[in-house]
Each structure stands twice: as C-alpha cells, then as structure tokens.
C-alpha cells in the first residue's frame, strides 16, 4: 500500500518539470489553486452529504430494525429495536451510508422502493439533495474555478518567471549523484564543512595570540 502512495506521489512530484515551460507552468498553479478551492467545497457538500445519507439510510432500514407493536384497536403498544439495539454498529455502516449518498451527487440515483411513510420522505429527500449537490453547489464550485482561472491567467507570465527561478535555484543546490549515491556527496560536505571550522578557529586563535 504504500509503495502504491509512493509512486502516486512520485507521478505528482514529476509535474514540477513542467514549470520550466511557459505556457504548461501557469497551468499547474491554476491546478493547484483550483484544488484550494475544492476542498472548501468539499466542506460545505460534506454536511448536507452526511445529513441526507444518516437520515435516509436510517429511514429506509427502520423497518428491518424496529418492530412496531400494536393492540388490537390499533395503538401503538411499544416498539422493540432487534437484537435490543446492539451489534448495529459495524464499520461496513458507516461504509453503506457514505456509498448510499455520495453516488447522487454525480447523478446516479437509484429507484426507491416501497410506499410506506419512511420510503416517501427518502424519495421527497432525495429530489432535493440531489438538486442542491447537482445544482447549486456544483455551479457555485464552477464558478470559484473560473474566478480563480481568470485571476492566474492574468499573471500567468510572472508566475511563470518565478516558478522557473525557483526550478532553477533548487536543482543548483541539489547534489550531483543521485540516490543513494547523494550520501558520499553530504559526507564529503560534512568534512569539509568541519575542516572549515576548525581551520577558522586555528586561524582566529592565532590572530589572537599575536
């Protein structure tokens, strides 16, 4: 698994070459800043996600959980939740609820079925978070995208020039052997350094003697 992180991350870190170019260079800011914007979307559709998919997915399983019991001139008696409510609680759950509603933000929407109360308020609440998700959140992140666009666009050559400047900067402080090869390169740069320092002090200690 984290090998496969590994090299997700490796393919990502490849796109930094193309801040050398002029016209590709912008482009990755606009990635990146589009990105920023994203997850502020990504929090706001969060919580009508969770409310619409807890409530509907509670709504729908009710009757496999709960059993209503009633006397014989039709009032409710009591009601008894299966197994006395434990071993509920699984982690395929919270895995079910996340599926049942993060598909209708893409449109996928799936039949509903049954005619009791618990399906129509699912039904009645589906039509309306697929309609805000599909809507008026996705239009609102378009247009954060496009605000965003525009305002690197009209910049796009200085941040080019600074992109290429930091490319630059970094790989002429990089060392020239590769890893693990880079580890003589530090070693020597560490002797060196020391040698350094102790011919400084040498030096300032005579300068003082005399």
């Known amino acids: 698994?984290?090998?496969?992180?590994?090299?997700?991350?490796?393919?990502?870190?490849?796109?930094?070459?193309?801040?050398?170019?002029?016209?590709l260079g912008p482009k990755l800011i606009m990635i990146f800043d589009t990105m920023k914007d994203f997850l502020f979307f990504v929090?706001?559709?969060?919580?009508?996600?969770?409310?619409?998919?807890?409530?509907?997915?509670s709504l729908m399983t009710t009757d496999n959980q709960v059993s209503w019991n009633y006397n014989s001139d039709g009032s409710l008696f009591n009601?008894?939740?299966?197994?006395?409510?434990?071993?509920?609680?699984t982690w395929?759950?919270?895995r079910d609820v996340i599926n049942f509603g993060v598909w209708k933000?893409?449109?996928?929407?799936?039949?509903?079925?049954?005619?009791?109360?618990?399906?129509?308020?699912?039904?009645?609440?589906t039509i309306l978070f697929v309609a805000v998700a599909n809507v008026l959140l996705l239009s609102v992140l378009i247009a954060l995208f496009n605000i965003t666009i525009q305002n690197v666009q009209m910049q796009s050559h200085r941040i080019w020039r600074y992109q290429r400047f930091l490319?630059?900067?970094?790989?002429?402080n990089k060392p020239p052997l590769p890893p693990p090869f880079n580890t003589i390169y530090y070693l020597?740069?560490?002797?060196?350094?020391?040698?350094?320092?102790i011919k400084h002090y040498?030096?300032?200690h005579r300068d003082g003697i005399l």
């Open 92 to 94: 395929q759950l919270l």
């Open 202 to 204: 040498n030096q300032k």
């Open 43 to 57: 929090c706001f559709l969060l919580i009508f996600l969770f409310g619409y998919s807890i409530s509907s997915w």
């Open 167 to 172: 490319l630059v900067s970094e790989y002429n």
């Open 79 to 89: 009601a008894t939740v299966s197994g006395a409510g434990s071993g509920l609680w």
């Open 1 to 23: 698994i984290f090998l496969c992180l590994d090299l997700i991350l490796w393919f990502v870190r490849t796109l930094e070459l193309f801040a050398a170019f002029e016209k």
């Open 105 to 125: 933000i893409f449109g996928q929407v799936d039949s509903i079925d049954g005619t009791d109360a618990y399906s129509v308020v699912t039904f009645i609440l």
């Open 188 to 197: 020597y740069s560490i002797i060196c350094y020391i040698i350094k320092k």
